[in-house]
Each structure stands twice: as structure tokens, then as C-alpha cells.
Nanobody, 124 residues
């Protein structure tokens, strides 16, 4: 079993920054890719960013490119999402997840373990 716990969410104003963290415990393995997703009320869960096991390769959703940065510290079993220039449309519950596949996946169907989510609210 793998446990993923997100933290760092909160309420901010447009233009502000937040850094989310995802801490893994249990049967962790740093050779897995990891990802961030978000879900706003009444909407489907949306891909935000993904990072490979080494941290050398990352992908971003179109709506966050240039504003968000994904990173990981395998020694601490922590993944981060630095969110800059936040917009009201970034308001959502943010989830981290593990990708057990051999290649990185950008959809929810490729992930097996999920955190409980952390709320991010951006006011105009």
C-alpha cells in the first residue's frame, strides 16, 4: 500500500503563489512517475502536471503551462507543485497520484494511488 498526502492548499488572491506538497509513505518506490490533477465543482478531474521518476522530464496541462512547476525530491519522498500567477479559474481540489506505468500518462486512468486532495481557492 502507498499513502499520498497533499498539503499546502489555501485561499489566495489572483496573482499570488502557492506551493503544494505531496508526501508519499508506505511501499514507496521512487522509480514511479507522479502527477497532479485538479477537480473543480461539477467538472471532471483535469490533468495538471506529471513528472518522471528522475525529475528530468515533465509535462503540463495547457492551462497551467508557464505558471506551474512540478518537482520531486526522491530522498524525502515528496513531490511539489509550485503555482505562480494564480487565477480564479485555478480554484479546485488538487490531487497527487502515482503512475505505475512504464511510460508517463496524462489521464486519470493511468494512475493507481491517489491522495485525498487539498483545496485551492483563488479570489479575483
Amino acid at each position: 500500500q502507498v499513502q499520498l498526502i497533499e498539503s499546502g492548499g489555501g485561499s489566495v488572491q489572483a496573482g499570488d503563489s502557492l506551493r503544494l506538497s505531496c508526501t508519499a509513505s508506505g511501499r514507496t518506490d521512487s522509480t514511479y512517475s507522479m502527477g497532479w490533477f485538479r477537480q473543480a465543482p461539477g467538472q471532471e478531474r483535469e490533468f495538471v502536471a506529471a513528472i518522471d521518476w528522475s525529475g528530468d522530464t515533465s509535462y503540463y496541462g495547457d492551462s497551467v503551462k508557464g505558471r506551474f512547476t512540478i518537482a520531486r525530491d526522491n530522498g524525502k519522498n515528496i513531490m511539489y507543485l509550485q503555482m505562480n500567477s494564480l487565477k480564479p479559474e485555478d480554484t479546485a481540489v488538487y490531487y497527487c497520484a502515482r503512475d505505475p506505468g512504464a511510460t508517463m500518462t496524462l489521464t486519470v486512468f493511468g494512475y493507481d494511488y491517489w491522495g485525498q486532495g487539498t483545496q485551492v481557492t483563488v479570489s479575483p
